[in-house]
C-alpha cells in the first residue's frame, strides 16, 4: 500500500501496523512518538493500529540540542 511517511512517499506491505513502520524505520529507537493522519498513537496501540492506503504518519525521535 502506498503511504506518506514523514512527508515523502513510501510502500508498505497491505496489512501493516504502526508497529511493523516503526520496525522498519526506526529499529533500535526506543523512544520514537508516532502520528498517524495528525493523531497521536499511543506505543500500547502501535500493534493494533493498521495502516491504510493515503494515511500520513510521522515518525519522529527526540533530539538533544537547545
Known sequence: ?????NGA????????TVADLVAQR???HDRVAVARNG???PRSS???TAL????????LAP???G
Open 63 to 65: 533530539t538533544a540540542g
Open 26 to 28: 526506526a529499529p533500535g
Open 46 to 48: 502501535w500493534a493494533q
Open 9 to 16: 512517499p513510501a510502500e508498505l506491505a497491505d496489512g501493516a
Open 39 to 41: 493523531d497521536v498513537v
Open 1 to 5: 500500500m502506498e503511504l506518506t511517511v
Open 52 to 59: 491504510a492506503p493515503g494515511d500520513a504518519v510521522e515518525v
